[in-house]
Antibody, heavy 119, light 112 residues
């Protein structure tokens, strides 16, 4: 059974760097076809795919946020880390990590973590 | 500014059939990339509803079905149930601007 859980700060100040960790179980991120993505949802808004990392270290980033995002993986710890630099009020959102199947869709999701950006 | 456009809301009476459209372009659906659909109940994480245009994961009722044609995709709910009241999102891959997975604008389904 695949499970994922997000962890990190729930309150950050403007201009700071946000670091979130996704800890997963039930699959290996070194197996072909496996991937983990980060998706966020601002209050009352649509889902937005931020970034993905795959078993072969291929990374994909949202074009609009690419300069501020970094995604890394630690296969042995079964963790994927998202870093978002220079946060602003508009980055307030629920951040989800999700298992990417065949580099196409997200079949298992974490519960999400609400991150508020406020001074 | 999603590249996949959905109607903001639709509604239907219990038992009715409703359809949600997802309009894309030549850089996503038109390029052959598949459509996937998610259901998000209030206060919960999204749940995969349809993958690869018309496939249902185990446990998803067969009243949910999907299709794709050209640059658009659609999700149909037949025999609408009160528990189907939720937000629905389409998703695909878009190869413009370096390539990334993209979600639709979302549709709120209300059961009258």
């Amino acid at each position: 059974q695949i499970t994922l859980k997000e962890s990190g700060p729930t309150l950050v100040k403007p201009t700071q760097t946000l670091t979130l960790t996704c800890t997963f179980s039930g699959f290996s991120l070194s197996a072909a076809g496996e991937g983990v993505g980060w998706i966020r949802q601002s209050p009352g808004k649509a889902l937005e795919c931020l970034t993905l990392i795959y078993w072969n270290d291929d990374n994909r980033y949202s074009p609009s946020l690419k300069s501020r995002l970094t995604i890394t993986k630690d296969t042995s710890k079964k963790q994927v880390v998202l870093t978002l630099t220079n946060v602003d009020l508009v980055d307030t959102a629920t951040y989800y990590c999700a298992h990417s199947r065949q580099m196409k869709y997200f079949d298992f999701w974490g519960q999400g973590i609400l991150v508020t950006v406020s001074s | 500014q999603s590249v996949l456009t959905q109607p903001p809301s639709i509604s239907g009476a219990p038992g009715q059939r409703v359809t949600i459209s997802c309009t894309g372009s030549s850089s996503n659906f038109g390029a052959g990339y598949d459509a996937h659909w998610y259901q998000q109940l209030p206060g919960t994480a999204p749940k995969l509803l349809i993958y690869d245009n018309n496939n249902r994961p185990s446990g998803v009722p067969d009243r949910f079905s999907g299709s794709k044609s050209g640059t658009s995709a659609s999700l149909a709910i037949t025999g609408l149930q009160p528990e189907d009241e939720a937000d629905y999102y389409c998703q695909s891959y878009d190869h413009s601007l370096g390539g990334s997975n993209v979600f639709g604008t979302g549709t709120k389904v209300s059961v009258l």
